[in-house]
């Protein structure tokens, strides 16, 4: 990876800090995404300048996270988080360090962050700086914990489940160590609000890899949800439409989960709850396409519905592109 593979705002920031006589590098998932060939869904930058340094040489700041070491710079149409080195205190709710402190290296900060994929930053000459090994672990297609597993899901429940999302997103498998402590300490997702174990799920269920989803079922990471520690049966999951709708519904259905219990959008709660007829293969998306319109789309879905509950045979695109375009022509009035 060289400095020609980021993005303008990118150097153009590090570059200002660098002229100000601090460290400046992209860190984290953009260098892991890019590294796979994989454009990155954001840029952060980790830098020895403290926050309110930051603040002073750009022209556009959000003060986001000043506690923490964050401040959100604003260059071109780009939103760049740029966050201190910083050392972590204790977890004393499991979810978020009582205390950070500042004043240490780039090795250190990317010490405290949860996998080896996402320990790797870009330094100014050119180098990866990869002290744990992130750059073999993506060679090798592996998601493991930067140090101690165990004690990385202790500060943070929330990895437990973003260890098997990177797995379920990236096609890797969790190392071994990793995987034995995701089923020691399960038990932590307790600590995780509704909201994200919510985020998260939905996250892994429109991965190309969703029947990854089975994995907090079975070691228990779900049972304030309804989801009894059991083997649960995703195969064929892939297959479905990639809409949440279809594919919380056929979680639900499997595991158990008690979609009332989770904040999600009523859309969602209502495809779960109705019915348990087959789903159709067409999305609503196939429907606009088909020229349907605003009311028309939920009339003619709740028709292919009843359709393919009483033929569950004809629950084919062609079969039901069909029965769509006849139903589409008994919806509008005569010329």
Known sequence: MDWNQVPTPVRVCCAALWEAGYEACPVGGC???????????????ASSALPETVVSLFPRTVPTGLRHGTVTVLLG???????????????????????????????????RRDFTVNAMALRRDG???????GQAD?????????????RRFQEDALRLLRAVRFAAQLD????????????????RLDLVSGE?????????????????AALPAELGMLTRFGVPAAPVDLRGLESLPHTPEVRWRRFCRVSGLDITRLPVERRIRRAVLRSEGPEPVLTGRDLYDLGLR???????????EAFVLAHPEANTRKALLDRADALKEGLRPPE
């Open 127 to 133: 180098t990866l700086a990869d002290p744990f090994g």
């Open 138 to 150: 993506l060679d090798a297609g592996l998601i493991r914990c930067v140090g101690n597993p165990d």
């Open 294 to 304: 605003g009311g028309e789309i939920g009339r003619v879905r709740k028709a292919l």
């Open 31 to 45: 260098i892991r995404d890019t590294l796979l060939g994989r454009p990155p869904g954001d840029w952060d930058v």
């Open 77 to 111: 149409d780009m939103s760049l988080e740029v966050t201190a080195f910083r050392r972590e205190g204790d977890y004393a709710d499991g979810r978020h360090p009582d205390a950070v402190s500042f004043g240490v290296g780039l090795r250190e900060d990317l010490a």
């Open 196 to 212: 994200r174990v919510k985020a998260e799920l939905e996250k892994i269920l429109l991965s190309p890899r969703p029947a990854l």
């Open 172 to 187: 890797f498998t969790l190392e071994n160590g990793t995987a034995a402590a995701l089923h020691r300490n399960a038990g």
